[in-house]
């Protein structure tokens, strides 16, 4: 759910509605040129870094090897900065993929795609979660509640 929509929140292909230059001739792009374009394109790709860092730090282990530490005998800001860098890029890589590969989504299409069919696995998540972090306090007060009933 958080890659999908990170690609839709870096408007990456094919949630580009922004752009889209089936309707307009090259979307906001036409009227700059020169260094004013490829600040346009820095931002478009630091913003997709930035979404894939933050994926890695929370969902891939950040800076952590994942071979364990079969390759944790040399430096550790070098072998961390290394593997934070190669998940990230992968991600990067993931997104530059979906671009080359899939069609673009009408604004119908993405508002189906996002209310019906990514917004409740999020909040199913959520409340699993949520479960998750507060049986362990409310255990005992239930067991507590069944014997006082049952007598």
């Known amino acids: 759910v958080y890659y999908v929509a990170a690609v839709a929140e870096t408007n990456r292909t094919p949630f580009d509605i922004p752009e889209a230059e089936s309707e307009l001739v090259?979307?906001?792009?036409?009227?700059?040129?020169?260094m004013r374009f490829s600040f346009f394109f820095l931002a478009e790709y630091a913003?997709?870094?930035?979404?894939?860092?933050?994926?890695?730090?929370?969902?891939?282990?950040?800076?952590?090897?994942?071979?364990?530490?079969?390759l944790s005998h040399t430096d550790f800001f070098f072998t961390g900065l290394f593997w934070f860098m190669s998940k990230c890029f992968v991600l990067v890589f993931f997104m530059m993929w979906l671009r080359w590969t899939l069609p673009r989504y009408r604004v119908d299409q993405l508002m189906d795609?996002?209310?019906?069919?990514l917004t409740p696995p999020a909040f199913i998540n959520?409340?699993?979660?949520?479960?998750?972090?507060?049986?362990?306090?409310?255990?005992?007060?239930?067991?507590?509640?069944?014997?006082?009933?049952?007598?």
Request: glycine share 14%.
């Open 126 to 151: 959520l409340f699993f979660i949520g479960l998750l972090e507060v049986a362990p306090q409310l255990l005992p007060h239930l067991q507590g509640w069944v014997k006082a009933r049952m007598g």
């Open 26 to 34: 090259a979307g906001f792009h036409t009227e700059y040129s020169g």
């Open 113 to 117: 795609l996002c209310w019906k069919k």
């Open 47 to 70: 913003n997709m870094f930035g979404v894939s860092a933050i994926a890695t730090t929370f969902f891939l282990g950040g800076w952590q090897s994942p071979f364990g530490n079969l």
